[in-house]
Every structure is written in C-alpha cells, then in structure tokens.
C-alpha cells in the first residue's frame, strides 16, 4: 500500500499557528522517504506549554518561510494520495484552516486516522495515545518531534497492515467498517470510526 504520514506541530492551540511538519512517504509498504519542515507561524507567537511539549522555541522558525512558501514542496505528498494521521482531527483540522488563512484550494486526497483504526485493530489496549500504542506495538520513537510522529504513524499503519492482511484503503475500509475521510477543493469530509451503514426503504 501507498500513503503519506503527516503530524503537525503548533506554536499556540490555535490550528492555524503550525511550526513543523513531519511527512513519511510510503510505498509498497516500504518507507522511502522521511522529512519535517519548520515553519514561521502565523501569528509569529508561542504559548511556552506547547514549546515544552514539542521543544520548538521561536528562535528556530523566526527566519523561516510562512506555510504558504512551502506549499509547492508539501502539495505533491498529498495530491491524489492516501494520507495517514494519528488523530486526523487535529492534523487535517490544522491544514485546512491553514490552507484557508492564505486562501489557498484545498488539494484532493483520502485519508484515515491511525487512532480509529488502532481503536478497531486492538481493542485489548487500554490507550490508543501514540506513545503508549508504539510501546504496545514495541516502536521505538521519539513522541512529539513532527519528524519521528509521522514516523511512528506509518509504522502503525503498516503493523495494522501486516496484522490483518491488508493490501489496499478498500480492504482496510471494509475491514474495519471505518469511513474513509476525503478532501477536496471546497469540501472536507471527515473520517469516522464506524461507516455509516446506508437503509433501504420500502417502495
């Protein structure tokens, strides 16, 4: 399977404050490719709990481009893809109202969340939080570093994968009964833990 693991990191609570960006580019389930990008947040402000959490300080970002000047680098590793989170709420959340901040359309692709399908994969866990989901599953990460949390998001998603025998998105679909999430120019539907089941009525 193909698909691309994103985690954001943001300098306030505020979704549109990103500071970095951590991508991991899977193909034939194999990893390929791993980057994080730093980025000025806008407005240029940093709540210091969220500083102490994912250890980015202002001076790191102060010089570097807004989200908007790393969007050609960023677009191609979600256009037309699968994309993966570890709670896709926040991270998808926190794209779109970035995208929307500088008036940027949408790109189009599918994505799940790695803390529904894990909720699903291994119900015997008592926490689906990342860290504690990686000790579970014995990956080793480092937990809110942008870079290693899309890291260890893929390496769930693979071990879910690996686990029940899953090649493609409309196996892992229909396997876990989860719906898909999509985003697409003007529109984002979100990623539910359990498919709406659709009714028949009488004619």
Known sequence: M???AIDFETATSKFTSVCSL???EV???????RKEIYIRPVPFEFNEFNSKIHGIKP????????FDGYWHEIKPYLENKTVIAHNALFDVG??????????IE???FDYLCTVKLSQKAYPELTSHKLNNLCDALKINFKHHQAYDDAYACAK???RILEDYSLDTLDEVEECFEIEVGRLYPGCHLKC????KVKTQTKK
Do not use: H, Q, S, W
């Open 2 to 4: 193909d698909f691309t």
């Open 27 to 33: 193909k034939d389930n194999e990893i390929i490719n």
């Open 156 to 158: 769930v998603m693979l």
């Open 59 to 66: 001076y790191m970002v102060e010089n570097k481009p807004t």
């Open 94 to 103: 926190a794209l779109c109202a970035t995208l929307d901040l500088f008036g």
């Open 106 to 108: 949408y790109p189009r």
């Open 22 to 24: 951590g991508i991991c």
């Open 192 to 195: 539910k833990k359990n498919k």
